[in-house]
């Protein structure tokens, strides 16, 4: 359980008899630490279940169960005789109290937690749980399983509060505008948004796809350990296209992006196929039509093969279709070079192109993207600050 609680970057506190107690964020603050924490518990259930199958066979015992508990909050930390894993305070004991608290074999959450994961997992709202030392019961969740990595999008903003766009009428036209050009003219329109986290890069992509319009929409986004994941960009759009799945072992991987992409090419399909899967790392090494290629000729090659893709995709009805890319700042190098690619060879490629970062991604990328396609967002003005928290707390009594 140690191993599992490290490999999701945790740390072990300390062995507690029957039971491990262990902290994320605490060396480094990660934007994904509660995700990690999750995922790290569905890990060590799953490593339970082996577990329990083992005692059963070799010890006879059929009562072995796990559980596991997480929540978010702050903490005192380095107090104490073992000051270096020593983690104190209330967030320390409600954590304890979702562990001690879940069903055997199943892994609760706090509404501190789900806030912060909500639409990456599946989970079941439970009862309102009354805890001691905590004067309200509070609202829990038990977490079935997570969402494919490809299909999962976090949501943002308050549950059940839906507020009008405020202060991004012109960032929104010139979106549109974009989408309207690569139709007019055939040729790809490529914009990235650029503004710090919480700024509303992710309600102006909603907004552009919300006017019902039958726009043919394909969207990815990089996760924040995008960088440790080559082509990660690449796979996510086979996920999308091909139904590729997280738990899809190799061989089911390799087929299914055969069959998904050999009949958008009007001529040798499989050999296109091949070509894109190796470069995402599916390890199509023994295709004839792979086998032999030097590194710098693999990617040429599969470079040439996702233009057509796109193209045929683009082109399918006469329209400009939009294809969003979310979180560059977070992306891997083949991911960007890509994507580059594709805006370098814009000529007869019907498609819009809208992505958004962080500033962090001209630190890596100074020249990206075509001159003059940045968008930058700033902050709302004071007046526009206050109409949005006025529509935030509309069901909030004076």
């Not at 501190?112 to 509070?138: I, Y």
């Not at 399909?269 to 004839?288: C, E, M, N, Y």
């Not at 090659?301 to 939009?322: H, V």
Request: charged share 25%.
């Amino acid at each position: 359980m140690a191993d599992i609680v490290q490999a999701h970057q945790g740390r072990v506190l300390r062995y507690t008899g029957d039971g491990v107690k262990a902290a994320f964020g605490m060396d480094l603050a990660r934007e994904d630490d509660a995700e990690r924490a999750v995922r790290a518990g569905l890990a060590m259930l799953r490593a339970g279940l082996e577990l329990a199958d083992e005692a059963r066979r070799h010890h006879g015992w059929n009562d072995y169960a796990m559980r596991v508990g997480v929540h978010t909050g702050d903490v005192a930390l380095g107090a104490g005789v073992e000051a270096d894993n020593t983690a104190m305070g209330a967030a320390v004991n409600i954590a304890a109290r979702m562990e001690q608290s879940a069903p055997p074999g199943a892994l609760r959450i706090s509404h501190d937690t789900w806030n912060l994961v909500r639409g990456l997992f599946d989970v079941d709202a439970q009862p309102p749980l009354l805890l001691k030392g905590v004067d309200e019961p509070m609202q829990t969740y038990l977490v079935r399983g997570a969402r494919d990595r490809h299909a999962a999008s976090l949501e943002r903003g308050l549950q059940g509060v839906v507020t009008p766009l405020i202060g991004r009428d012109a960032e929104l036209q010139r979106l549109r505008d974009a989408v309207s050009t690569a139709h007019a003219t055939r040729r790809l329109q490529a914009v990235t948004v650029l503004g710090d986290a919480g700024l509303g890069k992710s309600r102006l992509l909603r907004e552009l796809t919300a006017d019902g319009s039958g726009l043919r929409v394909r969207a990815v986004r990089s996760q924040p350990d995008g960088q440790l994941r080559p082509w990660g960009l690449l796979r996510s759009l086979l996920a999308a296209q091909c139904a590729v799945a997280d738990t899809d072992s190799t061989e089911v991987a390799r087929r299914k992006v055969e069959d998904g992409l050999a009949p958008w090419y009007a001529e040798r399909g499989v050999r296109q196929a091949h070509l894109i899967g190796q470069l995402a790392g599916l390890d199509f090494g023994d295709s004839p039509h792979v086998r032999g290629l030097d590194p710098r000729g693999l990617r040429d090659q599969a470079y040439a093969a996702f233009r057509a893709w796109m193209q045929a995709w683009a082109g399918r009805d006469g329209s400009a279709p939009l294809l969003m890319v979310e979180d560059l700042h977070w992306a891997d190098d083949g991911s960007l070079d890509l994507l580059q690619h594709l805006i370098d060879q814009a000529d007869g490629l019907p498609l819009a192109l809208v992505m958004t970062s962080r500033p962090a991604l001209l630190s890596r990328r100074p020249a990206w993207g075509p001159a003059g396609a940045l968008l930058p967002l700033e902050p709302l003005q004071t007046a526009q600050r206050d109409q949005l928290a006025r529509a935030l707390l509309q069901h909030i009594d004076d």
